[in-house]
């Protein structure tokens, strides 16, 4: 499986930005889609995921804030993030997980920054 994240770039804080992420290869059976993100001297942490069935699952503090989103048909997700903030600035990963056995994808990742 591949993941090929887009839409990072430099923003100012309170705008807005959608990253997208095309999963292409051996995409049979993936069940959960997400993002992670690792800002500077920090450890990777849960943005979102998503299930093929649609439930989603947000990191508490970011919730209302981001909304993240999956179109099957197109092996893609995607993660709206509104009213951005410094603190939101980091590398953002995209995430695949097969659960049946369990195997696990991640992206290049794409750097957002968020200026005051």
């Known amino acids: 499986v591949q993941l090929q994240a887009s839409g990072g770039g430099l923003v100012q804080a309170g705008d807005s930005l959608r990253l997208s992420c095309a999963a292409s290869?051996?995409?049979?059976?993936?069940?959960?889609m997400g993002w992670y993100r690792q800002a500077p001297g920090k450890q990777r942490e849960l943005v979102a995921s998503?299930?093929?069935?649609?439930?989603?699952d947000y990191a508490v503090s970011l919730k209302g804030r981001f909304t993240i989103s999956r179109d099957n048909a197109k092996n893609t997700v995607y993660l709206q993030m509104n009213s951005l903030k410094p603190e939101d600035t980091a590398v953002y990963y995209c995430?695949?997980?097969?659960?049946?056995?369990?195997?696990?994808?991640w992206g290049q990742g794409t750097q957002v920054t968020v200026s005051s």
């Open positions: 290869g051996s995409i049979f059976s993936i069940t959960v």
């Open positions: 998503i299930t093929s069935g649609g439930y989603a």
């Open positions: 995430n695949a997980k097969k659960i049946v056995p369990f195997m696990e994808y």
